[in-house]
């Protein structure tokens, strides 16, 4: 004879409907609860993912954009030594060979485009001269009496300061203004 299992136990009395309601409702709130807890729980695990997909996203174009930076740095060290050639030419005269006159020209035309050609990717040459000292930006090698400028004016640019995208490649070497020299009085 198949018997089934049922919780009822024959000596006990029958649980009374405010027992059943009872018991049903304290089901019922435990399993809220439990709810409101695993919730809780995928809410905060669905912002954890959508934090994490950004910071990946931030951290992966970040990585693009300045994954270039040695070779952007060694790139903006030829674009100072190309300037550092056309500054060492003997000043063009009336009486130099046009062959002369068309070779400075062709070396400032490819200086020009290349400059330019770095700063369509981001590439920037920065001549500091006439701002105020940046430490962030400049690197002072030297302070200079200056009465014709502020003290922590930048008065002259040994080399100017290269940026990739915004972000500091190279400072730029620097002579600031210390300020006008005491003059001492003598006389007394």
């Known amino acids: 004879m198949d018997t089934e299992h049922t919780d009822y136990v024959p ?14 409702t304290a089901r019922i709130t435990d399993l809220e609860g439990e709810r409101d807890e695993l919730r809780d729980k995928w809410m905060r695990s669905e912002a954890e993912m959508s934090n994490l997909r950004a ?3 931030r951290e992966i174009d970040e990585t ?8 952007a740095r060694d790139v903006a060290e ?3 030594n190309i300037k550092r050639g056309l500054e060492s030419l003997p000043p063009a005269g009336s009486d130099e060979a046009p062959i002369l006159v068309k070779l400075r020209e062709g070396f400032e035309g490819v200086e020009r485009s290349f400059v330019a050609l770095l700063e369509r990717n981001g590439i920037k ?7 105020m000292f ?6 002072a090698m030297a302070e200079q009496d200056s009465a014709e400028h502020p003290p922590g004016t930048v008065i002259q ?4 300061a290269w940026t990739l995208n915004g972000r500091l490649l190279r400072p ?5 203004a210390k300020g006008a020299a005491a003059k001492v009085d003598t006389t007394a």
Not at 64 to 71: D, I, P
Not at 125 to 131: N, Q
Not at 134 to 139: G, I, S, T, Y
Not at 172 to 176: E, F, H, I, R, T
């Open 172 to 176: 730029a070497m620097v002579v600031v």
């Open 11 to 24: 000596d006990e009395a029958p649980p009374t409907p405010e027992q059943l309601m009872e018991a049903a």
């Open 55 to 57: 910071r990946t996203k």
């Open 125 to 131: 040459r920065e001549d500091p001269t006439g701002a």
């Open 78 to 80: 030829a674009a100072d």
């Open 134 to 139: 940046d430490p962030n930006l400049h690197q």
């Open 157 to 160: 640019a040994w080399t100017p």
């Open 64 to 71: 693009r954009q300045y994954a270039v930076q040695k070779f």
